[in-house]
């Protein structure tokens, strides 16, 4: 059980955490450019492109102005089921580890394992010499 004493204390700490770290004042959508643009507290405002982002691949432009303020921290598209942090976003992170993995190419695909057959019949990749 917590006391009332650490309670106050762990307040006072998340009170001072939002003072120091910038949260998100607003959100839109610019169907000209694609692009979300986010206002943080501290004055900063920043773009990401809206359709890279895990779930919103195929969304409509009046679907992606639906954006909202979630918190102080994520950003939702509720009709769209879509939430995302922005520190994550600020850090380049579009989605969950398998959806990123697949947008670099990294994930196998039929095309992928029948390409490495044929590599195989031909002897597959030389061996490094020592």
Do not use: H
């Not at 432009?61 to 102080?72: F, H, I, P, T, Y």
């Not at 995302?84 to 695909?109: D, N, W």
């Not at 044929?118 to 990749?125: A, D, L, M, S």
């Amino acid at each position: 059980m917590v006391s009332e004493a650490e309670y106050r204390q762990a307040v006072e700490a998340g009170q001072e955490y939002a003072k120091a770290t910038p949260g998100v004042v607003a959100a839109g959508y610019d169907a000209t450019t694609g692009r979300v643009t986010v206002e943080l507290t501290n004055g900063a405002r920043f773009e990401f492109p809206a359709r890279k982002i895990q779930g919103l691949q195929d969304a409509t432009d009046a679907q992606l102005a639906k954006v909202e303020r979630m918190g102080r921290y994520a950003l939702c598209w509720e009709e769209l089921n879509a939430d995302i942090l922005v520190p994550e976003l600020m850090a380049g992170i579009f989605g969950t580890r398998a959806f990123m993995a697949s947008q670099a190419g990294r994930v196998t695909s039929p095309a992928k394992a029948a390409a490495s057959r044929r590599n195989g019949t031909k002897g597959g990749r030389p061996r490094k010499a020592a």
